[in-house]
Nanobody
Framework: EVHLAESGGGLVQPGGSLRLSCAAS????????MSWVRQAPGKGLEWVSH????????FYADSVKGRFSISRDNGQNTVFLQMNTLKPEDTAVYYC?????????WGQGTQVTVSS
């Protein structure tokens, strides 16, 4: 059974940093693209970033480019999202996502709140 578990969210002041983690199990982690998606209060899902199977290629939404960095550790079946220079508009629930054989799998999400 596929399982994704995010952690690392919290309350941070504008300009601060957080590092999110997503621990994966139940599938061959090193074979699949992993993504981060967020949902701000009252808004729809927004794709943030994704990373290819071996970590060699990364992609970012314009809204986070230059501030966020995605990485993965295939030995630990974990994907990370380093978030720097956080802004109030980054406040959202952040979800880890894996697309496996045309089906999307999601974690439970972790809340990130950027506020002074």
């Amino acid at each position: 059974e596929v399982h994704l578990a995010e952690s690392g969210g919290g309350l941070v002041q504008p300009g601060g940093s957080l590092r999110l983690s997503c621990a994966a199990s139940g599938f061959t982690f090193s074979s699949y693209v992993m993504s981060w998606v967020r949902q701000a209060p009252g808004k729809g899902l927004e794709w943030v970033s994704h990373i290819n199977y071996d970590g060699g290629r990364t992609f970012y939404a314009d809204s986070v480019k230059g501030r966020f960095s995605i990485s993965r550790d295939n030995g630990q079946n974990t994907v990370f999202l380093q978030m720097n220079t956080l802004k109030p508009e980054d406040t959202a629930v952040y979800y880890c996502n894996a697309r496996i054989l045309s089906r999307h799998y999601w974690g439970q999400g972790t809340q990130v709140t950027v506020s002074s």
